[in-house]
C-alpha cells in the first residue's frame, strides 16, 4: 500500500469553499482507483465521490453539484473541491484507494477535519 495523506480540512462558514488534497507519498500505481468518504460526528462513514482510471466520477447525492473530485495522475495526488459548503458537511474527511478491478478500498489517509459553521 501507499502511504496517503491528506490536507486542507479546516473550520469556514456556511457557503464557503475548501479543496481537499490526498497525496500518495510515492507513486500510486496507475492500476488505482480513488475515492473519498467522509464520518460526521457520532455518525458512520460514507461515501462522498469516487474516480475512475477513466476519469468518470461518481458523487453522493448529498454533495452532487457542490463537489468535485478530481486527480493529477503526474502528482499522485486525489483532490476534493467543495463548494457551498453546508453545516452538514461537517465531518473527518477520509481519501481512499483500491484496486480498479475490487470493491473494496483497502488504503486509507488519517483524515483530515473539516467543521462548516451556520
Known amino acids: 500500500v501507499v502511504p496517503l495523506v491528506e490536507s486542507g480540512g479546516g473550520s469556514v462558514q456556511a457557503g464557503e469553499s475548501l479543496r481537499l488534497s490526498c497525496a500518495a507519498s510515492e507513486y500510486a500505481d496507475s492500476r488505482y482507483c480513488w475515492g473519498w468518504f467522509r464520518q460526521p460526528p457520532g455518525k458512520e462513514r460514507e461515501g462522498v465521490a469516487r474516480?475512475?482510471?477513466?476519469?468518470?466520477?461518481t458523487y453522493a447525492d448529498a454533495v452532487k453539484g457542490r463537489f468535485v473530485i478530481t486527480y493529477e495522475n503526474t502528482k499522485s495526488t486525489l483532490y476534493l473541491q467543495m463548494n457551498a459548503l453546508k453545516p452538514d458537511d461537517t465531518a473527518m474527511y477520509y481519501c481512499?484507494?483500491?484496486?480498479?478491478?475490487?470493491?473494496?478500498?483497502?488504503?486509507w489517509g488519517q483524515g483530515t477535519q473539516v467543521t462548516v459553521s451556520s
Open positions: 481512499a484507494t483500491r484496486w480498479c478491478w475490487s470493491t473494496e478500498y483497502n488504503n
Open positions: 474516480i475512475e482510471r477513466s476519469g468518470t466520477a
